[in-house]
Structures are given as structure tokens and as C-alpha cells.
């Protein structure tokens, strides 16, 4: 785990209000893997004096990406960063997503900004497995579709793609799922994640997510941000340390 103070190189405005933060880090970047986070302190000020937690998005070179959209105070002032600024960023943090096992077909199920972790994910997917990628949203505008590939898109108002959900449509296409071995790779609203372990333990379908809560320190000491076991009422796992991504199976979302 590095703390270093990062420079900005350039601050990318996608459609949609979502932001793409390029930070040279070639401690960080030759490090993280995918799924794995940073804890970013937005500003040098008091206020906000909590740090950030984003998921890598992607990694080039000696550079890695952020992905965001403005939320409260935190990601305003990320927003208003340009090329030249710095960022004090503490990573790589958590565990990621697992590359290895007996799958050769992977499936990215995306609700909204639950893309960012996924283009650095399909990138090294990619070198190896088939991806197909199911990306949702309330409507076209929460439909991200920044370093996705084999596009299966659906929007909750039909504004753009399949109406209804992302877990309709990986229903809609169980033939895909079942033709060959399958990983399923998740991130996206509680709701649409608890409907998503039901799904897969019907279909008995492999799959991790990776969760969200808020976070305080970000690796294992402040004990804010746990997460329940599947199995065990009274046991907890840390999402910043344990996860965030875990298997769907274990965690009750
Ligand atoms: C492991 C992890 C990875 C993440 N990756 C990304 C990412 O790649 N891109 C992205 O845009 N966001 C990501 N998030 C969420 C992101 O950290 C929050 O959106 C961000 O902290 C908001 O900061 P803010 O100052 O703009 O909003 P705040 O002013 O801090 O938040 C506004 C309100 O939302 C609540 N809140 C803040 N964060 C969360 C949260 N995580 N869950 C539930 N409620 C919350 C606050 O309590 C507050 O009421 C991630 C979160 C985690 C835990
Ligand atoms: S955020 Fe402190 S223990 Fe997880």
C-alpha cells in the first residue's frame, strides 16, 4: 500500500456527466489490479477530510484512470481537477476481481456507474477469455458503455436497448450463459446485486461482485464498513479489506 501525491495529467468528460480522472502513478499503475481501489483525498483542505474510495478503472502505462460522476462535495472538487493538478492518493487497496479458474466465457452485468471498474478488467480479460458485456440504466443516460465490448444494453424506461433490467436480460439470454463456462463479473446498485445472487444461485452460475458501502480508512482499521456473511448471522467481512469484490454467494448485499 503507496501514499503518493499524484499528478493529474487530464480530466476526461464522457457523455453523460461521467468523468474519467487520468493520474500518472507509475508506483500505482504497475501495482493495482482490477478491482482493487484507491482512497483519494480530494483536496488539500479541512473539509472534505475523509478520503474517496474509486475503483481503478483502467490502467495504460504509468498511468491509471478514475471514473466518476458528481455526487456530493468529494467528487465536485475531483471534477473541477485538470492536467497540472495534484491528488494525494493511498492504494492499491482491497482484493480484486480473480482472473484465474475454470471459466472461458466471462459476462460483465453493469448497473449504471458500476462500469468504472470494468474496462481495466476486460482489458486483461480480453488477452485470454470471450467477454460479453450486459450494461443497465434507469434510461440512456446512466448507460455507460466506455471500454465495454459484445454490447448487451438495458434501460429500466426502454429509452434505450431491452426494457427492464440487466437481470431480465441475462435471463433473456440464459442460452449465452449456459453454452459454455461462464463467470459472471458484477458491480452496480444493492438492489440490482441482491437480484443478481438470486439469479446466479438458481442458474448455479459463478459470480463475484464487487460491493459499495461508505468507507472511512479504507484498509482493515476503523471496522466502518462491514458486510454480512451468507452463512453466519453474527459474522462480518470488511468490504475495504475482505472485498470489495467477493463472491455473490458469500455476502448478503
Ligand atoms: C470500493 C469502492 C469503490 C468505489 N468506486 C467508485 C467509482 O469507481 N466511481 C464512483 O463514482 N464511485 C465509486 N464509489 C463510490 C464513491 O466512493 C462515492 O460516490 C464518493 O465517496 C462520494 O463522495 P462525495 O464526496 O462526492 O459524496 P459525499 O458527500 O461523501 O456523499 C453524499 C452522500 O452519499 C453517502 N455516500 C457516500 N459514499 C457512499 C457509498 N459508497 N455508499 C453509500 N452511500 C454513500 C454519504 O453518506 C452522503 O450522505 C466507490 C465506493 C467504494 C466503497
Ligand atoms: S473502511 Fe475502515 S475498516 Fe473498512
Known amino acids: 500500500m503507496l501514499i503518493v501525491n499524484a499528478p493529474v495529467e487530464k480530466n476526461i468528460e464522457l ?126 443516460k446512466d448507460v455507460i458503455l466506455h471500454g465495454m465490448k459484445n454490447i448487451f444494453i438495458a434501460t429500466d424506461d426502454g429509452s434505450l436497448g431491452y426494457k427492464g433490467n440487466v437481470i431480465k436480460l441475462l435471463n433473456k439470454n440464459l442460452d449465452l450463459l449456459k453454452s459454455s463456462k461462464v463467470k459472471i463479473f458484477a458491480c452496480g446498485p444493492n438492489a440490482m446485486l441482491r437480484a443478481l445472487k438470486e439469479f446466479t444461485m438458481k442458474h448455479k452460475l459463478n459470480c463475484e461482485a464487487s460491493t459499495e458501502c461508505a468507507m472511512a480508512c479504507g484498509f482493515g482499521i476503523c471496522q466502518g464498513c462491514p458486510i454480512e456473511s451468507s452463512y453466519d448471522p453474527q459474522k462480518y467481512f470488511l468490504v475495504c479489506k475482505d472485498g470489495p469484490v467477493f463472491n455473490i454467494a458469500d455476502v448478503n448485499i
Open 15 to 140: 457523455d453523460n456527466q461521467i468523468y474519467l480522472l487520468k493520474i500518472h502513478s507509475p508506483e500505482i499503475a504497475g501495482k493495482i489490479k482490477p478491482g482493487e481501489f484507491l482512497n483519494i483525498r480530494v483536496s488539500e483542505a479541512v473539509h472534505p477530510l475523509l478520503r474517496r474510495p474509486f475503483s481503478v478503472c483502467d490502467v495504460e502505462g504509468d498511468y491509471f484512470y478514475i471514473m466518476f460522476n458528481i455526487y456530493g462535495e468529494g467528487t465536485r472538487i475531483l471534477s473541477q481537477k485538470h492536467g497540472g493538478d495534484t491528488v494525494d492518493v493511498l492504494g492499491p487497496l482491497g482484493r480484486g476481481f480473480n482472473l484465474k479458474g475454470d471459466f472461458d466465457t466471462a459476462i460483465i452485468a453493469a448497473g449504471g456507474l458500476g462500469a468504472a471498474p470494468f474496462p481495466y478488467l476486460i482489458r486483461k480479460l480480453g488477452e485470454q477469455k470471450e467477454v460479453h458485456c450486459f450494461i443497465g440504466g434507469r434510461t440512456h
